[in-house]
Nanobody
């Protein structure tokens, strides 16, 4: 089992920045890819970014490329999502997830564990 706890959400003005963190505990010695997803009001959950176990490979949704950066510190069992140039349409609950795979999944199905989410609100 792996437990994931997100933090770092909040209210920010358009154009601002936030850094989300996701702390993992439990069986973190296994090789997990990590991903960030989000669900906006009245919307389906969507992929945001993912990173391989080693951190050597990443993938992003087109809507966040060039603005968001995913990274991880395996010594701290933590994955980060640096969000810059935020837009009102980035408003959502952001979830981190862990997938036991060497791939970099961009869909929800491969992910085995999910956090509870952290709210990000971007005002215009």
């Amino acid at each position: 089992q792996v437990q994931l706890v997100e933090s770092g959400g909040g209210l920010v003005q358009a154009g601002g920045s936030l850094r989300l963190s996701c702390a993992a505990s439990g069986r973190t010695s296994l090789n997990y890819a990590m991903g960030w997803f989000r669900q906006g009001p009245g919307k389906e959950r969507e992929f945001v970014a993912a990173i391989s176990w080693s951190g050597g490979r990443t993938d992003y949704a087109d809507s966040v490329k060039g603005r968001f950066t995913i990274s991880r510190d395996n010594a701290k069992n933590t994955v980060y999502l640096q969000m810059n140039s935020l837009k009102p349409e980035d408003t959502a609950v952001y979830y981190c997830a862990a997938a036991r795979t060497f791939m970099v999944p961009t869909t929800a199905k491969p992910y085995d564990y999910w956090g509870q989410g952290t709210q990000v609100t971007v005002s215009s």
